[in-house]
């Protein structure tokens, strides 16, 4: 868990006035960063993240999940969210690199039904 003593020790070196306020700011903001609901197609509360929610493929082949962040996405995070009884996380593998409309995969589950946090 991330403390805020390492971030008040780099302040002590500010003028007073500036770093009273970064204080409260940062002993404010670390503690509570979170990443939100696992909602289809919604941005983390707090990060550059997108949570994703697809069905693999009816085969073992390769399938796609349009993500839409107009840039090419650079990690995928399993996410399994704990108020959907039956949730699960699915073995993925990535087929090709991502691009900025699409995410590549496969599986060794058929229609499985999964959840990814991307950023």
Request: proline share 6%; aromatic share 10%; charged share 15%.
């Amino acid at each position: 868990m991330a403390t805020t003593g390492y971030i008040d020790a780099l302040l002590q070196s500010l003028p007073a006035e500036g770093r009273s306020v970064l204080t409260q700011v940062f002993r404010y903001l670390v503690p509570n960063l979170r990443f939100g609901p696992a909602t289809n197609q919604t941005k983390s509360e707090n990060f550059q993240a997108y949570f994703f929610s697809g069905t693999t493929a009816a085969s073992t082949g390769e399938f796609s999940i349009q993500h839409g962040m107009s840039r090419a996405p650079y990690l995928a995070v399993p996410v399994l969210p704990l108020d959907v009884v039956g949730a699960r996380t699915v073995p993925l593998e990535v087929t090709r690199a991502a691009d900025s409309q699409r995410i590549y995969l496969k599986s060794t589950s058929t229609s499985a039904a999964f959840t990814l946090l991307v950023e």
